[in-house]
């Protein structure tokens, strides 16, 4: 009867080994990532996922023994021995490398190396996602950032983008010019302290009455006394919910438009204080219309 119950209790002992066989393999080899289990003593693989050997274009059986070398980039072979290295002295590694695939296509993966035990032995589990698709929208966000920013520094005007406190949040090259300062000493700063030299808006500052109106509005600024002078136009951005975030800030130097018309006005003011006083006037004639 002992021997009986010893032999069924061991019949069950192995039926939920081969069940929990059963259900690890089915996890493993429905990730969405490519599981490595390397033998931390030998270096060599053990078993793959199979979304590892889809990945590279190996099967199961080539892999299986090999130390990974044939997917591996030779340029990287000393920093992923220092990563194997790190996760065998109990570390938790995350790092980003080079796989090649069977055809020698490659593509970047971001992997997680940790160590762990069983049976005894000793085990290197890697898990590596292929980041490819992260890879190439983050080269297209920096592509449209820098032909943004081209686009943004070939404008003749003076353009900042203000955060709702009068704060720099960005600064074209022309208005780093205008002001003479570097970008790191401009951008934080609020735009009155710099243009205008004060620790408050001016009284004419559209910004205020932008606030209130909630869309573009524009006004002509004397800057300091003696010039320069500015057209200023500020325009709102709001967030889904309605609320004020940012402000795109555009001045464009006027200052030769105003001495022009100073000078006119003045040239006018004498020409009719010389007909006062030599009691003469002036007219004008058109020979079309003969008026």
Request: hydrophobic share 40%; aromatic share 8%.
């Amino acid at each position: 009867i002992v021997t009986l119950r010893s032999k069924a209790a061991r019949q069950l002992a192995e039926e939920a080994l081969r069940e929990g066989e059963t259900r690890f393999r089915t996890f493993v080899d429905h990730a969405a990532d490519a599981l490595f289990i390397f033998d931390s003593e030998q270096g060599t693989i053990v078993d793959v996922s199979r979304q590892a050997c889809e990945s590279l274009g190996y099967t199961r059986q080539e892999l299986i023994g090999t130390t990974g070398v044939a997917f591996h980039l030779d340029s990287e072979q000393a920093e992923l021995e220092s990563v194997a290295h790190r996760a065998a002295a109990g570390e938790s590694v995350f790092d980003t490398h080079w796989h090649r695939r069977k055809d020698g296509t490659l593509f970047p993966v971001e992997a997680h190396s940790s160590q762990y035990s069983f049976g005894g032995r000793r085990f290197l589990l890697k898990v590596a996602r292929d980041i490819t698709d992260r890879k190439r929208a983050e080269e297209e966000a920096r592509n449209a950032a820098a032909q943004w920013q081209a686009t943004f520094d070939a404008v003749q005007d003076l353009v900042l983008l203000l955060d709702k406190d009068f704060r720099i949040l960005r600064a074209n090259r022309a208005a780093a010019e205008f002001l003479g300062l570097p970008f790191d000493q401009i951008v934080g700063r609020q735009c009155h302290q710099l243009f205008h030299g004060t620790s408050t808006p001016p009284e004419e500052c559209p910004f205020a009455k932008m606030c209130q109106s909630r869309r573009h509005e524009e006004v002509e600024v004397l800057v300091r006394k003696g010039g320069p002078w500015l057209s200023v136009s500020v325009a709102p951005l709001f967030d889904p919910s309605g609320q004020l975030t940012q402000v795109v800030h555009v001045a464009r130097d006027i200052t030769e438009r105003k001495r022009a018309e100073d000078a006119m006005r003045r040239s006018e003011a004498c020409l009719a204080e010389g007909q006062r006083l030599s009691r003469t006037g002036s007219w004008a004639w058109s020979p079309a219309t003969l008026q």
